[in-house]
């Protein structure tokens, strides 16, 4: 995720930066420059079901480690008026989002959807077994992330909260300094420091949090067993499990935003379109004839007036 701006309490309504590419358990959605969303992959529990959507700024998707009992998924959107959509998986109410107002960020995580708001405190709705949903004190906050089972904010001091599991160290995150943009994975957390370094707490089992050599970095993500740093000359690097070879990033170049998902990572570059790598068993990495793609959008570029082509999905 993109470092963020401190000018979330700006009216009219004011959006960070985001990176509009997400990349879930058998999915993958991105933002075109439209204001549309198009997603590819599993649509059993109709996650990939955005075509209607219009005048979006952002877009997220849930992952999920991989499992035999895992795999449904959902599909979040801010629109320019800082209200949310969200279609797919709804089993434990994480697609509850039609009251949300004043939203500036979404993040998704298994069976839950978290927003900030331009009052940097923040909502969550859904799964709340491990009190991953416990946000409800947070003040200050300037960007989310959301995991598995915890959810990540990041203050505007640099500093981190941590809320729901805390195994495997996983609450380290909390001693964090002088950090500008967070990401969470299954069982991992990784921030991006200020000097363009990195830190990662939880399990390394398959060596996910083996950031501490990485330098000159603009963003990062975590994935379910691997973590994706996007550096500022536009390559990418990464680390963990490469079962299925979601850690293939080296050759990519032109990059401005990296996406992880469960066993798939998906990049985009500076002429708007994406590449990807990793498991397609659900066609997730179809993505080679999207174009026109953007990093990002704000409210004052959204032009509900103007004709937009039909988004695509192909489950």
Not at 116 to 124: K, M, N, Q
Not at 193 to 214: F, I, L, M, Y
Not at 222 to 240: C, E, F, M, R, W
Request: with cysteine; proline share 3%; aromatic share 6%.
């Amino acid at each position: 995720m993109e470092p963020l701006p401190l000018n979330l309490l700006s009216s009219p309504i004011v959006f960070p930066f985001q990176y509009a590419i997400t990349a879930a358990r058998r999915h993958s959605a991105a933002l075109a420059a439209d204001g549309t969303v198009l997603a590819v992959g599993d649509n059993r529990q109709g996650e990939c079901e955005v075509g209607t959507w219009r005048d979006m700024v952002a877009v997220a998707a849930g992952n999920v480690h991989l499992a035999s009992n895992t795999g449904s998924s959902h599909t979040v959107g801010l629109r320019s008026d800082g209200t949310v959509n969200a279609a797919g998986w709804n089993r434990q109410g994480q697609c509850e989002v039609g009251g949300w107002q004043e939203i500036v960020a979404i993040a998704a995580g298994w069976r839950r959807t978290v927003g900030l708001t331009a009052h940097g405190t923040v909502a969550a709705v859904g799964r709340n077994d491990e009190g991953q949903c416990e946000v409800g004190a947070w003040r200050d906050m300037i960007a989310i992330a959301a995991g598995d089972w915890h959810t990540l904010g990041l203050q505007s001091g640099g500093t981190v909260k941590s809320t729901g599991n805390r195994r495997y160290g996983l609450g380290d995150s909390e001693q964090w300094r002088e950090i500008t943009a967070i990401a969470a994975g299954y069982l991992h957390s990784v921030g991006l420091k200020a000097d363009g370094t990195a830190a990662a707490a939880g399990s390394n089992r398959h060596r996910q949090c083996d950031v501490a050599a990485w330098q000159d970095l603009s963003a990062v993500s975590a994935g379910s067993y691997h973590t994706v740093g996007l550096k500022k000359d536009g390559t990418v690097i990464a680390t963990g499990s490469n079962e299925y070879g979601q850690c293939d990033v080296s050759g990519w170049h032109s990059m401005i935003a990296a996406a992880a998902g469960c066993v798939h990572t998906i990049g985009l570059r500076a002429d708007g379109t994406l590449a990807a790598v990793g498991s397609n068993d659900s066609r997730q990495c179809d993505v080679s004839e999207w174009n026109d793609l953007r990093s990002s959008r704000s409210s004052a570029e959204a032009k509900p007036d103007t004709p937009i082509p039909k988004g695509s999905c192909r489950p």
